[in-house]
């Protein structure tokens, strides 16, 4: 069943009692936004969605006006675009003068729409609010000066991952959006996740950049420089350059990194390899002995801030492994340094990664040692592509290149850890190699595919059945929290990615509000999965020989002293 709606002139076809924005979006008409949030309830509060009803006396926000039969539309009539044009002027009388500057320029909503409705010169003036920089937190900072309260950045910390760090404060001209107390984001319960980052129209919300501290270590002649790039960097960088969304650009991002200056290119997907050979063979651990069930994930940092701050009872149930990230730091700053007689002390090591709540995790004490940090600076995706365009580098001229091993080589789960799902199937490959001694059959799990934010399988590993569930966006791992406190007893092994989808859209990646592009992402990584040789962690070869040179056993004792850690229980916030 449908509803025709006439839209310009054009008869359009709806579904009964959807939004009229959503339906002029699915028709190919473009009206601008600037609050609205695709699967959440529409706020109004921007007004920037305004359009013409025949019959009505006012103009009308599309997005929470449901369609009827037979509704006339004029989406851009002479008053529907002349009061976005006033909305757009009046919120830049409030706005500073510096887009030159801004970390958002060319990329901000509220300057793209001021140049479509042609804003040349301010109209309004008077005196502006002044407020205050939080550069607190180790990875968002946040300047309410360049705040349109838009609202998008609340409603994605309190609805989709529960954590409600800020919020509208004040009331009429003084409103404006802040943390309890108007505290700094380091002392609110903010997991750094960055979604806030993403959802954000401006350069109210930005990550707290490492490019100086890389620039400045490039340029030192003491420092040996090296990065690690996360599994998900190379089918998100190529958007950066107008390249299409998930196609893998590893080849050339590589060739770019060593342009830059870096003087090894490693891998992370490799340290995924890695992680899974701990974390599966802990799960096993824990289910032939007796240990804390479900068993959890600690390769998301912002989930692992989550439990600390909101439910420290479960603190027993997470990984003691490190995240990959932190893993191949460990490993390059005493494995690799021995290796080639380095003093790790001399090591600047860098990580591009798609989250900014890994700026927070690298700083973390428990990723320290006598003074030496397991990675030194983390660079968004973001940021990495504003530091090639700094040193002129076409990417699309590029010749591919390889990455360096030790760290070089990779299996394709160790890849899939970019999306939602990947840890636990790479997880289950191994772990049912580890129980059975043979691989799992056809080595796909698909019921821990897509982009649904609660997934759950029951894998059968010889006589045992494994329950294992899937869970993206915190919200969600909230919710399912509720169920194992209430006694659900079922599941084995649960896997947590802070952001909904998974590191694919992580909050340090480019700025996307396009679900599909998310998925074209996802399919690239799947892609890759389906198409090389290497599809398990334990079939590695470079792994086996660091385990066999180097560390031994997984949860041996020098695996345990360098690629596991321990979390301390905090008290919960009320």
Not at 301 to 309: N, R
Not at 339 to 347: L, Q, S
Not at 362 to 384: C, K, N, Y
Not at 542 to 569: F, M, N, Q, V
Request: hydrophobic share 40%; proline share 5%.
């Amino acid at each position: 069943m449908t509803t025709t709606i006439e839209v310009n002139g054009r008869s359009v076809k709806a579904k009964p009692g959807e939004m009229l924005l959503a339906a002029l979006k699915r028709s190919g008409v473009t009206v601008p936004t600037l609050c609205n949030m695709e699967g959440l309830f529409p706020s109004g509060a921007c007004r920037m969605c305004v359009v013409e009803l025949e019959g009505r006396p006012g103009l009308v926000p599309s997005c929470s006006c449901p369609v009827t039969e037979g509704m006339k539309v004029h989406t851009h009539s002479p008053r529907a675009l002349m009061a976005r044009k006033t909305i757009v002027e009046l919120l830049l009388a409030n706005h500073p003068d510096d887009c030159l500057y801004c970390v958002r320029n060319n990329t901000c909503d509220l300057q793209n729409l001021a140049s479509e409705f042609g804003v040349r010169q301010r109209r309004y003036a008077g005196a502006k609010n002044s407020y205050t920089e939080d550069a607190s937190s180790p990875s968002i900072v946040r300047d309410p000066a360049k705040c349109i309260l838009c609202g998008k950045c609340v409603r994605v910390c309190e609805e989709i991952q529960g954590v409600s760090a800020i919020d509208f404060t004040g009331r009429g001209s003084q409103a404006c959006i802040g943390t309890a107390f108007d505290e700094g984001l380091n002392v609110s319960s903010c997991v750094n996740c960055g979604q806030c980052i993403v959802a954000c129209p401006t350069g109210a919300l930005r990550e707290h950049s490492h490019i100086k501290e890389v620039v400045n270590a490039l340029k030192n002649p003491d420092k040996i420089v090296v990065v690690q790039h996360a599994p998900s960097v190379s089918v998100t960088l190529g958007e950066a350059f107008g390249i299409k969304a998930g196609t893998d650009v590893s080849g050339i991002m590589t060739s770019a990194l060593r342009q830059l200056g870096f003087d090894r290119v490693f891998d992370t997907s490799f340290s995924a390899d890695l992680t899974i050979m701990e974390e599966a063979s802990e799960l096993v651990h824990r289910v032939a002995n007796g240990g804390k069930l479900p068993m959890m994930t600690s390769c998301s940092p912002g989930w692992i801030k989550y439990v600390e701050e909101f439910h420290p009872d479960f603190m027993e149930n997470l990984s003691t492994c490190k995240s990959p990230q932190q893993m191949l730091g460990a490993i390059i700053k005493s494995y690799y340094a021995e290796r080639e007689g380095i003093d790790p002390r001399k090591i600047f090591s860098v990580a591009i990664m798609p989250c900014t709540a890994k700026k927070f995790e690298a700083g973390r004490p428990e990723m320290i040692h006598d003074g030496v940090a397991d990675v030194d600076a983390v660079l968004t995706t973001r940021e990495l592509a504003r530091l090639i365009r700094m040193r002129g580098i076409a990417m699309q001229s590029l010749t591919p290149d390889m990455p360096d091993n030790p760290f070089g080589e990779r299996s394709t789960a160790g890849k899939l850890f970019g999306a939602t799902g990947g840890v636990m199937e790479a997880a289950v490959r191994t772990a049912h190699f580890l129980i059975t001694g043979k691989e799992l059959e056809g080595l796909k799990v698909e019921a821990v595919r897509g982009l649904d934010g609660v997934k759950e399988a029951t894998v059968k590993m010889g006589d045992l059945e494994v329950n294992v569930a899937v869970v993206s966006g915190l919200q969600n791992a909230a919710n399912l929290l509720k169920e194992v406190k209430a006694g659900r007893k079922n599941l084995h092994f649960i896997e947590v990615m802070t952001c909904p989808g998974g590191c694919i859209n992580g909050g340090g990646q480019p700025f996307t509000t396009n679900m599909d592009a998310v998925r074209e992402r996802m399919q690239a990584l799947y892609a890759i999965d389906r198409d090389e040789p290497v599809r398990t962690s334990h079939g590695n070869a470079w792994l086996k020989k660091l385990y066999d040179e180097y560390l031994g056993a997984p949860l041996g004792k020098k695996s345990h002293r360098l690629l596991h850690t321990h979390y301390a229980k905090r008290e919960v916030l009320r």
